[in-house]
């Protein structure tokens, strides 16, 4: 089996030092050459790419907090439904930021589109995108 790595490239065009690595099977008759990424290969870089996410999100969270005014308001949301970048995510930044208090998504919303005091939505459920908010308010 070779290995063929792909060079994500950034919105400049330039390449990036990540690589994803892609493993590629001897073609068999019945896959007309196609490539096979493994189960293990592609779980592996999927978990990778997810944890360097997190991380990501973790600092744009901090980073923003710092601009909000006190009695600021402060929304994160995504486009997911991975409890880790979403209602972890939040849970993390109110213990680490005492200042921040989490508005009771339920206040406004139905509460079938809540969880604990933020907004989830499963497209199994509610017939649309799966997406996630939390909103904040900075105290002095």
Same mark, same amino acid.
């Given at each position: ?7 994500? +490239?950034?919105?400049?065009?330039? +390449?990036?030092? +990540?690589?994803? /690595? ?16 493994t189960t293990k290969t592609y779980l592996d870089e ?50 680490? /930021? ?39 308010? +900075?105290?002095?």
């Amino acid at each position: 089996m070779s290995k063929k790595k792909q060079e994500p +490239k950034n919105s400049s065009g330039e +390449k990036t030092k +990540k690589t994803v /690595n892609v493993e590629k099977s001897k073609p068999a008759a019945d896959l007309d050459g196609r490539v096979e990424i493994t189960t293990k290969t592609y779980l592996d870089e999927l978990r990778a790419l997810q944890i360097e996410l997190v991380k990501l999100q973790e600092k744009a969270l901090a980073l923003g907090a710092n601009f909000v005014r006190p009695e600021g308001i402060m929304v994160y949301s995504t486009c997911t439904m991975n409890p880790e970048e979403n209602e972890r995510q939040i849970e993390k930044f109110l213990a680490r /930021n005492p200042r921040f208090t989490l508005i009771d998504a339920s206040e406004k919303l139905p509460g079938d589109f809540c969880q604990g005091g933020m907004f989830r939505s499963l497209p199994v459920r509610h017939n649309m995108d799966g997406a996630f908010a939390a909103k904040m308010i +900075k105290t002095r």
